[in-house]
């Protein structure tokens, strides 16, 4: 089996237009923060503009040309140093603190949301350990229950801020991982009623996760309330119809529907560009999974695959269960849109993801 040199062209083409446009997107959604404060306006466009995407890209191509062998060298120190950094949340002065959730940390100049680090060292760093894995993972003592140890790390950091839907999307790609890398499907079993158990827990001692339940279920009992975002993000994307309003032109965001450059920008998208402009978006984040397995599947050696498969379905099940959510299919769980949601450091370190899987991409089996 011989390998490439040249990195996958089609697979860095689908991250540009879903870059590129998302920033397209973002400046249409950001014209609501524009009406009520030009400052605010200035500030997250600029941030999203250069903390974000160019220095996102600039990141990715350095990135790309990091041998992978490195990440696996270095994955247990990246997997520490992501830990810790998620830790500093909780301290006074260093953490932020906002409706209640501790996720940022306050950088003077900007904020960094550690998370975003947590999810990449974790993946790192599971690869790795998988990796090494191989011949013992039926084992319930020695591979099952280390990979459960593993898992709970991140888990109890993130349902401590808490970020349920960051600790989902983790949740989600470890367990595909454990799987794709020799998992038993029995395992895979006992996962899931681990995972219901720490969901039970944590609505017993923090019911407002069961209000989200209750308004997934039914968002119109409490339509001034719990379920006026949801709501509203079902009206924006109803306007839509067909065609859209076009750009510019959404209603909702000034004033009417929550997030607008956050969470709830598919909706300010699915109301502007309609049906036919939220198939074109789905159909990318289909197009960039695709591809990344198609990666996956030409990965040189077995740690090189179960990374890189983890940054896809991290990054394509952040992205479906966001756009899910705006389209009542999924509760909401306050997941960015990737690539095109505001939040400089989700687009930074997704680029930088990005980054690893092309490296990877060049030394794919041919």
Do not use: C
Request: glycine share 10%; aromatic share 14%.
């Amino acid at each position: 089996m011989r390998t490439g040199r040249t990195l996958d062209r089609i697979f860095l083409w689908i991250v540009l237009i879903l870059s590129f446009g998302g920033l397209f997107i973002f400046s249409s959604a950001a014209l609501g923060v524009l009406a009520e404060d030009i400052q605010s306006f200035l500030i997250i466009i600029v941030k999203q503009l250069f903390l974000g995407l160019i220095l996102g890209l600039l990141a990715m191509f350095i990135v790309l040309n990091i041998n992978y062998k490195n990440w696996q060298k270095y994955a247990f120190y990246i997997f520490v140093i992501s830990v810790v950094v998620s830790l500093l949340v909780f301290i006074p002065g260093i953490g932020i603190e906002n409706l209640g959730a501790k996720r940022w940390i306050d950088l003077g100049f900007m904020t960094f949301q550690p998370a975003e680090f947590l999810k990449l060292g974790f993946i790192i760093y599971f690869a790795s350990w998988l990796s090494r894995q191989k011949d013992r993972l039926g084992d319930f003592r020695k591979t099952f229950l280390p990979a459960i140890a593993i898992m709970a790390v991140p888990t109890l950091i993130l349902i401590a801020q808490p970020d349920h839907g960051t600790l989902l999307s983790i949740l989600a790609t470890a367990v595909a991982m454990y799987l794709i890398a020799g998992g038993k499907w029995t395992h895979f079993i006992l996962i899931i009623l681990i995972g219901l158990l720490a969901f039970a827990t944590t609505i017993y001692f923090k019911p407002y996760a069961i209000t989200r339940i209750q308004t997934f279920l039914d968002p119109f009992a409490d339509p001034l309330g719990a379920g006026y975002q949801i709501r509203q993000a079902l009206i924006a994307v109803g306007s839509g119809g067909i065609f859209g309003r076009g750009f510019g032109q959404s209603v909702q965001k000034f004033g009417f529907l929550p997030e607008t450059v956050g969470d709830s920008i598919f909706a300010v998208f699915a109301e502007e560009f309609g049906l036919l402009g939220t198939s074109l978006i789905i159909l990318l984040f289909l197009a960039f999974t695709l591809r990344g397995f198609r990666i996956v599947k030409r990965a040189p050696d077995n740690f090189s695959g179960l990374m890189v498969l983890g940054i896809v379905i991290l990054i394509a099940s952040q992205s479906f269960i966001n756009m899910g959510a705006m389209l009542g299919i999924v509760p909401l769980t306050g997941i960015p849109l990737i690539f095109i949601s505001h939040g400089g450091t989700a687009l930074f370190m997704a680029l930088i993801e990005v980054g690893i899987v092309l490296n990877v991409s060049k030394r794919a089996q041919t």
